[in-house]
Structures are given as C-alpha cells and as structure tokens.
C-alpha cells in the first residue's frame, strides 16, 4: 500500500485565496488579487504569453492585481475583475474565450476581454470548452461549446460571445 504525501506548490506556500483547475492546468489566485498558473500551456491555459509547460506558478500576464474569482475550463481559463469584468485566455476551438473569434489558430496565451458581459459579473464557472457568469441581476450569460445544449440558449450552436440562459 502507497502512501500520498502532501507538499506545497513552490511559491504558493501562504496568500492564496482560491485555486481551479483544467485538465492538465491549475491556477491560483492570490490573496493580493493576482493570478499565477501551471502546468501544461500547449494551448495558452498559464496565461504567461509563453509557450511550454510549467511545473512551478508563473504570473498571468496582466493580472498581478484585481482579480476576485477564477474560473479554470479544459484548456481555457477565465477570471473575474474588480468591477465585474472578465477577461479569458487559452483555447479558443470553439469561442471560449468570448472575444467574437473561434478556432484552432484563435487560441490567446494572454488574457482577452469577454464582450457583451458588461460589467455587473459576479460569479464564474467553467467546463469543457466552455463558461458562464452570473451577473449581478441574476442573469446567466454562456459561450464556447454548445454541443449538447449546455450554453442554456435553447440551440446546440457553438458561441463566441456570451448568450442568454434561457430560463422558463
């Protein structure tokens, strides 16, 4: 019988305040409102603007501070702003990022604004190829992969940009 032994991440032994985590990512965020990530970034997922996995947390770029949720897909991950914004990067097959673009060579390996959110966001969720906010007015808002219906629009289109949850 094996047994597991705990260790720390190097450089987040103290002030985080949440992590999530992909398929073959996680990050953290800091209790300074920071995003640092690791693990694989064939697709962007680490947010650094640099290729190639990283076995130890790396800055996101642009998000040293002001972050308040993070919100980790397959290989996209997506954070919260101060002031109810968002901002995605990673893969981008099928307009996860929710910056109007999708496809192979439309991934970002630095955060990207979600359009058509405003800024009244409160909480993310991520999945598979795909996210959704709730904004402060209780409406819940989704892009990126629709196959099975799971943006909650009533269609199985994939989307680039946020679309309405339709709630009877």
């Known amino acids: 019988m094996s047994k597991s032994i705990s260790v720390d991440v ?23 409102g920071g995003v640092k990530c690791w693990g694989d970034n064939y697709w962007g997922e680490l947010g650094d603007g640099k290729g190639g996995e990283k076995s130890i947390p790396v800055d996101v770029v642009g998000l040293d501070s002001g972050v308040t949720a993070i919100a980790a897909g397959q290989w996209q991950t997506c954070s919260l702003i101060t002031g109810g914004g968002v901002k995605c990067w990673g893969s981008n097959w099928y307009g996860e990022l929710g910056n109007g673009t999708s496809g ?65």
């Open 10 to 32: 190097v450089g987040l032994s103290s002030g985080v305040a949440a992590i999530t985590a992909g398929e073959y990512h996680t990050c953290a965020l800091t209790n300074e």
């Open 104 to 168: 192979e060579r439309t991934y970002k390996n630095t955060p990207v604004d979600v359009v058509g959110l405003g800024n009244d966001v409160v909480a993310l969720t991520a999945g598979d190829w795909y996210t959704c906010a709730l904004t402060a007015a209780g409406q819940i808002k989704c892009w990126g992969y629709n196959g099975y219906g799971q943006l909650g629009d009533g269609t199985t289109t994939h989307r680039s940009t946020p679309v309405d949850v339709i709630i009877p």
